[in-house]
């Protein structure tokens, strides 16, 4: 089984703090980590590795420094990682660096899973994981608190829920975002922080992943900040019910109230 | 104080600090109040290849010695030295098979014990037979290919999870000392079976066990090194040991110290933190150097030892109780410093005061110790 897991440098939370003049996040001289969610995305690709055979790739897009993350992500049983590092890339929202990993994929190779935490502790947006797999074209679930069997070419996993989980199966290849719940992650090893430090971490840049320069970076970001506040609790909720037809002709006309 | 490790010695701190801090410390207190073996935390530690530091690298280890042993079981012990007694125990009961073991023996244990997929024992004491080891009456009698074990083992640290035991037997009672030998005894081994749990006052979450070996049949090849050689190897294993056990005493009093610290600048008593007060504060100066002096002499001890001297047993005793002395009194020391406080099951250092007693008793009580000193120099002085 070829896995693939994107691996994302974040602030340590720690230490966060917003731009007041920007709204964006004030990243001087605060300690990265390996994002939190990405840790548990990680070792369940290295269980699966273990139990069904198959490498594991680290992937991440980030400044230079993000490399640390790789190293780490060796240590803890990756068989490998790959940057992909670029000024072009700088300032890029969700829906750039979704691409910018999707090219960068394709890239180094084909695979059956891919693995993203569910959310980054920074921007938190939880939207990487399923742009992904949109820009890839691939089957998706978000908030994995278990994969369950690996079977005739598709996984069947358990996504969380608030009442409970469902359990959903997908043909593979196939994207999956996974919650904190999936798995209890394992201390680097001794030989895993041994191969961690001599590895090789290619650095691949927009031009080696073939990236359009209006689809990278900040060009390619839609999206502008333009406040940041902490959202009311969640309100009503409703469930649709019927056919798929009838779900979205009702969501249609539930979402007419608003306009 | 920089004592100029390696990169991999880092390594190895690092990893098994990490264990402790997210693996062990997190549960160290349910463990202590159930009295619950830690067979997961075990799983972790293997993983972590933490087993294998002292195995040799064609046996799948990393080649370390006593000195890498000390390093991982300082940080372990600053968790839980009821867990980090579960590790040493281990090494300790496959230190025979390093130290007199032959080949096939070292292929056919040492890989699973540098994976972690097993862990052993040292079956030594019985109920007549402590600080004086030759009055075990333990037999081992060749019974055309297979030797019969008959005798009962106590307080045997990971009886009962351990899959592979070292146990000394007399295979020639009338020679006394010089008639015991070594066997290794595995669990499922016919006629061998595990007796009383003990119930104790610390290092709850390590198990301490008898050992009953009744008509116990093991084939030929598990006597480990010459017939009669038995307390030889017991005494050469012992001296590679002690460090270790030393080195649970560093750092258990090295995290009863950050306790005491920690909690000395935050309670407040007339008007001013208490670190405050010459008094506290001297306390802690004292625990702070004891701990300091103790980590380098184990330190040094071990270095000794790694480089394979003729004579390690006064150096390896000598650090035994220095460290394990200063990690009572430390301990002792914290829970004065937190007050009632530090008497409540709500702090760590009312289990670290607890655990400390133990590493004055196991592995030669500190007056046995004494004794080997002493009659080093006597020897040296001659
Ligand atoms: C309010 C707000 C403030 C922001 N402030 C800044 C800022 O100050 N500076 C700035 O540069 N950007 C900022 N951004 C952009 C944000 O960091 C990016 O959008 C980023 O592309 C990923 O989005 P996310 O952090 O929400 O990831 P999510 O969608 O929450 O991440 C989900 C998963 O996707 C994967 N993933 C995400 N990013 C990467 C990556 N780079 N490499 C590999 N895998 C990845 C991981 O598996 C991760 O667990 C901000 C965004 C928002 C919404
Ligand atoms: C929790 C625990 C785990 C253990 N794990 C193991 C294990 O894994 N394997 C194993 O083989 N054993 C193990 N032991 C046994 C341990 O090594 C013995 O308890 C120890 O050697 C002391 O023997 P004893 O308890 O019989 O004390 P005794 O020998 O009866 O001693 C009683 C007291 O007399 C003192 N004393 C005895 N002789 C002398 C002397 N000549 N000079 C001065 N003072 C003397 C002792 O220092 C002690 O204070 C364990 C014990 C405990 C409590």
């Known amino acids: ?259 | 104080m920089d004592y100029f490790l390696t990169e991999e010695q880092e390594m190895i701190v690092e990893t098994a600090r990490e264990i402790a801090r997210e693996k062990i410390i997190p549960v160290r207190a349910e463990l202590d109040e159930k009295n619950e073996f830690a067979a997961s935390i075990l799983e972790d530690i293997a993983r972590a290849d933490l087993f294998g530091i002292f195995v040799p690298e064609e046996y799948g280890g990393l080649g370390g010695g006593c000195f890498e042993i000390v390093l991982a079981l300082e940080e372990l012990a600053k968790g839980c030295v009821g867990v980090a007694t579960t590790f040493a125990a281990s090494a300790l009961g496959i230190f025979p098979v390093l130290i007199a073991g032959n080949e096939e023996q070292k292929q056919k244990y040492l890989p699973d014990i540098a994976a972690g997929s097993r862990w052993a024992a040292f079956g030594l004491t019985e109920a007549n037979a402590g600080s004086d080891a030759s009055g075990i009456q333990t037999t081992a009698v060749l019974d055309g290919d297979e030797w019969v074990l008959n005798g009962t083992k106590q307080w045997i640290t990971n009886g009962g999870e351990a899959q592979i035991y070292t146990i000394v037997a007399l295979t020639d009672p009338s020679k006394g000392a010089r008639g015991a030998s070594i066997f290794i005894v595995e669990d499922g081994d016919p006629g061998f079976s595990y007796g009383k749990k003990e119930d104790k006052m610390g290092i709850r979450s390590s198990a301490t066990r008898e050992l009953i070996m009744q008509d116990c049949r093991i084939p030929r090849d598990r006597l480990v090194g010459r017939k009669g050689t038995g307390f030889i190897t017991v005494m050469k294993t012992l001296d590679v040991s002690r460090p270790g056990i030393a080195s649970l005493g560093v750092g258990l009093g090295q995290a009863a110290l950050d306790e005491a610290v920690t909690y000395a600048k935050q309670r407040v008593q007339f008007g001013k933190p208490i670190i405050g007060f010459q008094a506290i504060q001297h306390m802690l100066a004292d625990m702070a150097t004891q701990v300091e002096a103790a980590r380098a002499l184990v330190y040094a001890a071990a270095r000794h030892i790694d480089a394979h001297p003729k004579n390690m047993s006064k150096v390896s005793s000598m650090c035994k109780v220095f460290a394990t002395d200063m990690a009572m009194k430390v301990t002792v020391d914290a829970v004065q410093v937190l007050g009632g406080y530090g008497y409540m099951k709500e702090y760590p250092v009312e289990k670290m005061m607890r655990d400390a007693k133990i590493l004055q008793i196991y592995e030669g009580t500190n007056q046995i110790q004494r004794n080997v000193i002493g009659q080093e120099l006597n020897k040296e002085y001659a």
Request: charge should be negative; proline fraction near 6%; aromatic fraction near 4%.
């Open chain 1, 1 to 259: 089984m070829e896995l693939l897991v994107c691996i994302k440098q974040v602030p340590d939370a720690k230490d966060v703090r917003l731009d007041p003049r920007t709204n964006t996040l004030a990243r001087e001289g605060v300690e990265s980590i390996m994002n939190p969610f990405d840790r548990h995305a990680l070792e369940e690709a290295v269980r699966l590795k273990e139990a069904h055979g198959g490498t594991v790739t680290a992937l991440s897009m980030g400044p230079p420094q993000a490399e640390a993350v790789l190293r780490e992500a060796i240590a803890c049983g990756a068989d490998r990682g790959v940057l992909v590092s670029d000024r072009a890339f700088a300032g890029a929202d969700t829906w750039a660096t979704s691409y910018t990993l999707a090219r960068a994929i394709d890239t180094i190779g084909s695979f059956d899973l891919i693995l993203c935490g569910k959310q980054a502790i920074d921007g938190d947006t939880a939207q990487v994981g399923p742009g992904l797999a949109a820009r890839m074209n691939l089957p998706y679930v978000t908030c994995v608190q278990k994969t369950r069997d690996v079977v005739d070419g598709g996984i069947e996993v358990e996504r969380m829920m608030d009442d409970g989980y469902d359990v959903v199966r997908l043909p593979l290849p196939a994207l999956l975002t996974v919650v904190k719940d999936i798995n209890e992650p394992r201390v680097p090893s001794l030989k895993g922080k041994m191969k961690a430090r001599k590895a090789d971490i290619p650095v691949l840049s927009a031009a080696d992943i073939g990236a359009e320069e209006a689809c990278i970076g900040l060009a390619g970001s839609p999206t502008r900040v333009v406040n940041v506040f902490s959202p009311e609790p969640r309100g009503d909720r409703k469930i649709f019910t019927g056919t798929a037809e009838e779900q979205v002709d009702q969501l249609i006309e539930h979402l007419r109230d608003f306009l």
